[in-house]
């Protein structure tokens, strides 16, 4: 099982990004997939969760309206968009697996002007 992200970068208060997990080693419609962030010295959040029949829940108040995930089944992906993004926003963004807690090795964002 792996998980890869990719998108991150350096953005502009009010900007957008759009993360992307490419997953291997397992049948992405199979499986409930998760995102999550960290700041250093604090614990990880979760973000939003796409389960194996694509229905999509995001959790914190401080990014509803603002965060979307979506799904690739047949490219093996797992989307991110991120919109009127905020300088608390920035922090390394996980994908997970809760199943088997699998883990990527994260991408940073970064907002700042």
């Known amino acids: 099982v792996e998980l890869v992200e990719s998108g991150g970068g350096l953005v502009q208060p009010g900007g957008s990004l759009r993360l992307s997990c490419t997953v291997s080693g397992f049948t992405l419609s199979q499986y409930a997939m998760r995102w999550f962030r960290q700041v250093p010295g604090k614990a990880r959040e979760l973000l939003a969760t796409t389960g194996s029949a694509d229905v999509s829940t995001v959790y914190p108040e401080s990014v509803k309206g603002r965060f979307a995930i979506s799904r690739d089944n047949n490219k093996s992906m797992i989307f991110l968009q991120m919109n009127n993004l905020k300088p608390e926003d920035t922090a390394v963004y996980y994908c997970?697996?809760?199943?088997?807690?699998?883990w990527g090795r994260g991408t940073l964002v970064t907002v700042s002007s």
């Open positions: 997970n697996r809760p199943t088997g807690n699998h």
